[in-house]
Structures are given as C-alpha cells and as structure tokens.
C-alpha cells in the first residue's frame, strides 16, 4: 500500500478537494481486497445495512424519482461491521494516517464505509455534495474510493470541481436525477471544467465531502466496482441528522452529543 503521502499531495488536496494516489494498492492486496469485499457482498444478499432488512435500491421508491436512483448504484454500507476481513482492511491505519494528514487532525474515526457498484448501463451520479447527508458538521470529514478494477469513461468514472470544497455550504443542496440540479445551488460552477478521474484498478482517489463531485453512465457491459470509505475528526458533535444512525442512536443522541460510539464509529489512527 502506498500509504505515505508526500507535502506536495497533502497541498495539491487542501486546495483542489480532491487527490488521485495512483497504484495505491499492490496487486496482491488488490486481489485480496476484491477476494474479501466480494465475500462479504455475498454474504450480505443486497441488504443495504447491517441491521436492516432493506435491499439496496427498494428505499429508491420513496422518492419522486422512483426507480432512477435504484439504477444508480448498488449501495452496501457499512460491509466492515458485516466481515471481519472488510473490517481489517477498512479499519487500517495507515488509511487513518493518510486521512489524517489529507483533514489536518490527531484522530480520525471511521464514519461508514460503502461498497459502490454501478451495473452494467447504471444511469449517471448526479452532481453533489456528500457532507449534508451525514450527522455532523464538519468541513474536512473526507471520503476514499477505490478503484476494484479499471475505471474509466465508459464505466463510469468519477469527476471533481477543483477548489469547490472552500466554496461550498453544510445546508443540503438535495440530490436529484437530473445531474445538473445542484448548479441552481452553486451557479459559480455552472460552466467551470471538472476533473475527470480515470483510476487503473488498485489506484484510489481522496475527496473532501464538500467538493462537489460526479460520476458518468456505465456505458458498457460490464461492472464499475469500488470500495469507498468516510473517515472523519475523531471529535465531531451530532446535529440531529439520521443518516447511518440507528434508531436506538438517534433515541439516546442530542444535538452537540460527541458522536464517540467504539462500535459505530471506532478510532482507526491516533497520533499520540
Ligand atoms: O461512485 C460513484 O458513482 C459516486 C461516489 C460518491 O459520490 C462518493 O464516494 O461520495
Ligand atoms: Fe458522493
């Protein structure tokens, strides 16, 4: 694993959002990463959560895109409190480190990981941010995506507006079918270039969740699989938002309440 970044990597992300680390896995870890995520998506028979019944795309038909989001992507959270071999690669520290570095902090929790497959034909992701979805307020609570196999173009690459994440709001901007929508929010980026990012299987990228980010169509026959993960300050405060809590949680939390729970949201990575 090339788990050390260089300061020129920690500045290229502080001021784009966004950080490509190319053959971040080796190609023997990369085997066994697809070999125990596969394993654990078995396993799981499409729940979406650990604790819940719903399969992964049956929560779409609430919306009023019914339907759309379901052909997104395959969504399984959490596949780390399912597998004990998610857990130990998920949970690595020296993913820690490189969080830690990337937010400039001491600790660094694991918030909930996520194995993203588009289909074969998935429609687009839509442009968005991710950081109004989760149970905190913080501005440099960041995601990994791992490439399991080559992503391109036609498959359904990610893309990243550079320096957005300075810009852009903690208040939800919602998330649409239409890929535009959120440039009503965020005019300024209307007509601003994204970077696109084509990963070789193994390589990943790091994105703050205030970046506004996309991914295209799989215009192709075959899968876009990856393994994304949301690492965060080890000291953030719930603000009343659900998002992966459970029900038991959300009972027992206050907004301002540490959200410290060891079995949620353990400690991966501290410095001292
Ligand atoms: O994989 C995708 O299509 C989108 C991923 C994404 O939005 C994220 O990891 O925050
Ligand atoms: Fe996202």
Redesign the pocket.
Known sequence: MKHVLSQDQINFYKKNGFLIVEDFLTKEELFHWNDVINNALIERKGRKFPYSEIVSGEDDGINKDAGYFGK??DQIINLWQTSPDVKEIITDERIGQMAASLMDVDAVRIWHDQS?V?QAWANP?AW?V?TPFWSFNNREAL?I?VALEDVTIEN?C?YFMPGSHLHTKLEDPGISANIGDVFDKYPEYRFVKPVKAELKAGSCTF?NGLTL?A?GANMTTGTRR?M?CVYIPHDVTFNGTKNILTDEQMAKLKIGDPLNDEKQNPIIYSKV
């Open positions: 997104v992507f993203l588009k992701t968005h991710d995601s995506w359904g990610m994105h980010h991914a990856a994304t």
